[in-house]
């Protein structure tokens, strides 16, 4: 991407300068390699974010063997279990894969251990600083990424030792901060000098090259991938995310500090009431209490959480992520070639 990147920067050039520049690039062919795929040894700059409960090994090695970098939600399951998932990954794919560490996870001391024993190469990191286990990290040549929402954190990150940030606008699926994508991104490459993943809204090759355009490095996705065929999800979550449009999402707990946007439903009309009566912290949390459980294994779309982003108004079919990701990276060659 480094030539589009380029490409960009001298669109006031004069016509045969352009022509030039065209023959060589088609000659070339676009290269996909970014800072963040020589970082992580992927072939593709695309990243499927960790999501808890529904990013499990099935589809983490799915999207690392299509040539992307799957990730393993951690979310607040046990240690434990995140060791065994690891290492059924590891048996589909010899390409490198992530973990997302959930930091408010009660284990999350034991899991960060669990990810240096198992050799994981990328560690996402949401929900708070990780601060405390990046010199453990390090030491073990793990890949450091946290998810940030502003650009104070992401400057805070890359003095703690952070190897690049994901970007995430508040278009989102699940957790989300207030700045938008396209204002966030361009805002924290200014900031820092380490690789920009941007992550919110984006699912398809326009959504991808415009992420380049904002100067990101890579796109990471969660609402997209959800439909994807290796994804365990059940089927009735799967098929509101296919049915939603653009204005579907709700995002609950504005009133609490725990915005989270997630797909209309009869759990979310509850909490919004809720909320507006001003009702205790855990009257809403009696609500949601492994609601997102209820919806990703029971298939529990009433009173379950459907986490999912404001762009699953455009996510119209359960494709495999090899399908997923040469379509993106196809529409996007088209699109970044002059
Ligand atoms: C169902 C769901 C669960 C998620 N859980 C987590 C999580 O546990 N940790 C995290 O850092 N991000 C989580 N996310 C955010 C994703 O990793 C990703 O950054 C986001 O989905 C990107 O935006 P998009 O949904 O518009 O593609 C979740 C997203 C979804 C849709």
């Known amino acids: 991407m480094e030539c589009v990147k380029k490409r960009a920067s001298h669109s006031g050039v004069c016509g045969r300068y352009k022509m030039d520049l065209y023959l ?3 000659k070339m062919g676009i290269n996909m390699k970014t800072k963040i795929t020589e970082l992580l040894g992927i072939e593709y700059p695309i990243i499927q974010g960790g999501m808890a409960w529904v990013a499990e090994y099935h589809l983490a090695a799915a999207v690392s063997e299509a040539g992307g970098l799957g990730i393993i939600g951690a979310g607040g399951a046990p240690a434990s279990f995140v060791r065994e998932q690891i290492q059924k990954a590891k048996e589909l794919t010899k390409k490198p894969f992530g973990v997302n560490v959930m930091l408010m996870n009660p284990e999350a001391d034991e899991i960060a251990k669990v990810v240096v024993e198992e050799g994981v190469k990328v560690v996402t990191t949401g929900a708070g600083n990780p601060g405390k286990y990046m010199a453990m990290w390090k030491e073990a040549g793990i890949k450091v990424i946290p998810v940030v ?4 954190l992401a400057k805070m990150m890359e003095r703690a030792g952070a190897d690049a940030v994901v970007a995430e606008g508040t278009e989102s699926g699940g957790h989300i901060g207030s700045a938008t994508t396209m204002t966030l991104v361009p805002q924290v490459v200014d900031a820092v000098s380490i690789p920009v993943i941007a992550a919110g809204g984006i699912a398809d090759g326009r959504g991808f090259a415009a992420a380049m355009m904002l100067g990101a490095d890579a796109v990471q996705m969660g609402t997209r991938f959800l439909v994807a065929k290796e994804c365990t999800v059940h089927e009735n979550y799967k098929q509101k995310v ?3 449009k653009d204005i579907d999402s709700a995002v609950t707990g504005m009133s609490n500090g725990h915005p989270v946007r997630q797909i209309r439903n009869k759990l979310t009309r ?3 009431q809720l909320e507006k009566e001003g009702a205790s912290l855990e009257e809403m949390e009696k609500l949601t209490l492994g609601s997102l459980r209820k919806a990703v294994v029971e ?3 009433v009173t379950g959480t459907i986490m999912a982003g404001q762009i699953a108004g ?3 079919k359960e494709q495999t992520c090899k399908e997923m990701i040469e379509e993106i990276m196809s529409e996007a060659e088209k699109l970044l070639k002059l």
């Open 24 to 26: 060589q690039i088609r």
């Open 314 to 316: 455009m996510v119209s």
């Open 270 to 272: 509850e909490y919004l």
């Open 299 to 301: 298939g529990d779309v």
């Open 242 to 244: 296919i049915a939603a």
């Open 149 to 152: 929402a502003s650009v104070g």
